[in-house]
């Protein structure tokens, strides 16, 4: 069975612009959640998504978005980049949630 | 609000060694706890999941044992090897905050041949 996939693995943007990350759940999964990786402040949820319904959201700014298909892919925006956004961005999904997650290989996300 | 704490955060061992990685957390209220594997730039690597219900769980040489009443969680590597060299990570679902998972900062872990 393939695992959490992640697109495009690195990018580089500048502040002001906007970006998409995707992700694609393992085949039979039905929740996908975010999260943000970086040095200072570790690994910190963004949101949870299960059946194309936002269920649960973690304390970022509106800048920070998401949704999800209705085959499960997930994707996250993120508009008006800040310095601040450069991360690691990892996914991670479930059958529905409460059970072991799998996650992606991330996103890595450079701000200049 | 959940906070979970891994405490050191670097541990350099011997090859062969045992060794114990600890979590801490402060809401007993968890619904299950997930230990991770994170090797430099890469994703996570679920070890071991342990539900609110029970004790411990084994994989292998990896053992993880979970205390609620105390707060706290150990993972036991047997007989460690140079590749368990990583970043190991626990992480708590709470019983009111749906699937979100809150992790602990991580235990930067070398295992010298």
């Known amino acids: 069975k393939a695992g959490v996939t992640q697109t495009p693995r690195y990018l580089i943007k500048t502040r002001g612009q906007q970006v998409t990350l995707s992700c694609s759940p393992i085949s039979g999964h039905r929740s996908v959640s975010w999260y943000q990786q970086t040095p200072g402040q570790g690994l910190q949820f963004l949101f949870e998504y299960f059946s194309e319904t936002q269920r649960n959201k973690g304390n970022f700014p509106g800048r920070f978005s998401g949704r999800q298909f209705s085959n499960s892919r997930s994707e996250m925006n993120v508009s008006t980049l800040e310095l601040g956004d450069s991360a690691l961005y990892l996914c991670?999904?479930?059958?529905?949630?409460?059970?072991?997650?799998?996650f992606g290989p991330g996103t890595r996300l450079l701000v200049l | 609000k959940q906070e979970v704490t891994q405490i050191p955060a670097a541990l350099s061992v011997p090859e062969g060694e045992n060794l114990v990685l600890n979590c801490s957390f402060t809401?007993?209220?968890?619904?299950?706890l997930q230990w991770f594997r994170q090797d430099p730039g890469k994703g996570l690597t679920s070890l071991l999941l342990i539900q609110s219900s029970q004790r411990e769980q084994t994989s292998g040489r990896l053992n993880a044992s979970l205390d609620k009443s105390s707060g706290r969680s150990t993972l036991y590597i047997a007989a460690s090897q140079p590749g368990d060299s990583a970043t190991y990570l626990c992480a708590a679902t709470t019983g009111n905050a749906g699937n979100m998972l809150t992790f602990g900062g991580g235990t930067r872990l070398m295992v010298k041949p």
């Open positions: 991670a999904s479930s059958f529905k949630g409460r059970e072991t997650q799998y």
């Open positions: 809401d007993s209220a968890i619904y299950n």
